[in-house]
């Protein structure tokens, strides 16, 4: 490097400096290894450094000597505060609305409105578990019974009657016996199953279940439409499947064919049989709802059905086969914040 002793010094001052930029004291040192003849491999191990970081320091070091050792890079502007960034980026998150008629922000929109990166926005969104891309619904319950009705019910599932089994009923109305007219294209590597677009209605079935709540079982029937005369035969034929004088409660929601004078008349009849009814807006209590989305997800949505009579053998064939393995369902709410009260007025809190 043919180092005068004017550089020599200087750089060996730079090399002993505790107050020096560390990527100063790495060039410095750089150029007095090469000077020594040290080998590139050598130098690469001391420094920890590629050849590239060799070969760009030793041409600027020849061409500008101690001149070309600083830095190019100006560096980054210092940043803002950060509480205060975040408190304006949540505050225009929360409170104020795009100026262009959108319901919500995007990373970029509110990056362009305030001035600054849309990775700033996504991190400070993802610091405080914001997500304005993402829209859930709810049901606000308006029964003035609504504790008592959702005690009643959560009773049954955690300590049941003894010598009584517990029923959760329901239907599933005007589920489609649909054929494909297009040929479906099966799953294969890098894609997915496919379903042609036109399809072929061949009518519909109701689907009336009970899950037994102790053992996870499920009787099933299947009827033209969902009335109340059906829920009533179904309810004989779950009265029939229990040992004679057997106590059942049956939990379902409080849809107008399960409140009829014909349901009435068969709780007359059979003193035995009780019927809880879930609050209105509120049938997600009911843990036949489970069963019905796992039947809808595995059976039902991806289904190509020549008749309803096809369907009906299909959805007991499903039964039949989820009952030999059946568990009983294991809820789990620990979420006290998420909790929604209903007061008498139906107003809540």
């Given at each position: 490097?043919?180092?005068?002793?004017?550089?020599?010094?200087?750089?060996?001052?730079?090399?002993?400096?505790?107050?020096?930029?560390?990527?100063?004291?790495?060039?410095?040192?750089?150029?007095?290894?090469?000077?020594?003849?040290?080998?590139?491999?050598?130098?690469?191990?001391?420094?920890?450094?590629?050849?590239?970081?060799?070969?760009?320091?030793?041409?600027?070091?020849?061409?500008?000597?101690?001149?070309?050792?600083?830095?190019?890079?100006?560096?980054?502007?210092?940043?803002?505060?950060?509480?205060?960034?975040?408190?304006?980026?949540?505050?225009?998150?929360?409170?104020?609305?795009?100026?262009?008629?959108?319901?919500?922000?995007?990373?970029?929109?509110?990056?362009?409105?305030?001035?600054?990166?849309?990775?700033?926005?996504?991190?400070?969104?993802?610091?405080?578990?914001?997500?304005?891309?993402?829209?859930?619904?709810?049901?606000?319950?308006?029964?003035?019974?609504?504790?008592?009705?959702?005690?009643?019910?959560?009773?049954?599932?955690?300590?049941?009657?003894?010598?009584?089994?517990?029923?959760?009923?329901?239907?599933?109305?005007?589920?489609?016996?649909?054929?494909?007219?297009?040929l479906m294209l099966?799953?294969?590597?890098?894609?997915?199953?496919?379903?042609?677009?036109?399809?072929?209605?061949?009518?519909?079935?109701?689907?009336?279940?009970?899950?037994?709540?102790?053992?996870?079982?499920?009787?099933?029937?299947?009827?033209?439409?969902?009335?109340?005369?059906?829920?009533?035969?179904?309810?004989?034929?779950?009265?029939?499947?229990?040992?004679?004088?057997?106590?059942?409660?049956?939990?379902?929601?409080?849809?107008?064919?399960?409140?009829?004078?014909?349901?009435?008349?068969?709780?007359?009849?059979?003193?035995?049989?009780?019927?809880?009814?879930?609050?209105?807006?509120?049938?997600?209590?009911n843990q036949v709802?489970?069963?019905?989305?796992?039947?809808?997800?595995?059976?039902?949505?991806?289904?190509?059905v020549t008749s309803?009579?096809?369907?009906?053998?299909?959805?007991?064939?499903?039964?039949?086969?989820?009952?030999?393995?059946?568990?009983?369902?294991?809820?789990?709410?620990?979420?006290?914040?998420?909790?929604?009260?209903?007061?008498?007025?139906?107003?809540?809190?």
């Amino acid at each position: 490097m043919n180092l005068s002793e004017t550089e020599r010094e200087e750089l060996m001052s730079m090399q002993r400096s505790r107050t020096m930029a560390v990527g100063q004291v790495r060039r410095a040192r750089l150029i007095l290894l090469l000077d020594e003849g040290a080998s590139r491999a050598a130098i690469m191990a001391e420094l920890r450094c590629d050849s590239r970081f060799i070969t760009t320091w030793q041409m600027r070091f020849t061409s500008e000597r101690l001149a070309g050792l600083y830095g190019r890079h100006p560096g980054r502007a210092p940043r803002p505060d950060l509480a205060v960034l975040e408190a304006r980026v949540v505050d225009y998150t929360l409170r104020r609305k795009p100026a262009d008629g959108s319901t919500h922000w995007s990373s970029r929109k509110l990056a362009a409105q305030l001035g600054m990166a849309f990775m700033t926005v996504q991190r400070i969104w993802r610091k405080h578990d914001i997500r304005p891309h993402r829209l859930d619904t709810h049901m606000v319950p308006n029964d003035p019974d609504f504790e008592a009705k959702v005690a009643d019910v959560i009773g049954l599932y955690l300590n049941p009657p003894l010598h009584a089994v517990v029923f959760c009923v329901d239907g599933k109305t005007a589920i489609q016996a649909l054929d494909r007219k297009d040929l479906m294209l099966p799953l294969s590597p890098g894609r997915a199953e496919s379903h042609g677009f036109k399809y072929k209605r061949n009518g519909t079935l109701s689907l009336f279940a009970a899950l037994n709540v102790a053992t996870g079982e499920v009787l099933g029937k299947t009827a033209p439409r969902h009335t109340s005369a059906q829920f009533v035969a179904f309810l004989t034929e779950v009265v029939w499947a229990q040992p004679r004088g057997k106590e059942i409660h049956v939990i379902c929601d409080n849809v107008s064919s399960h409140k009829t004078n014909a349901v009435q008349t068969f709780l007359v009849d059979h003193p035995k049989v009780s019927i809880h009814y879930t609050p209105t807006y509120s049938s997600w209590l009911n843990q036949v709802e489970n069963w019905f989305a796992r039947i809808q997800r595995d059976d039902i949505a991806r289904g190509v059905v020549t008749s309803t009579k096809d369907l009906n053998k299909k959805l007991m064939r499903y039964i039949c086969q989820y009952n030999r393995q059946a568990r009983p369902l294991k809820w789990k709410y620990s979420d006290l914040s998420r909790r929604i009260r209903c007061n008498s007025s139906g107003s809540t809190d």
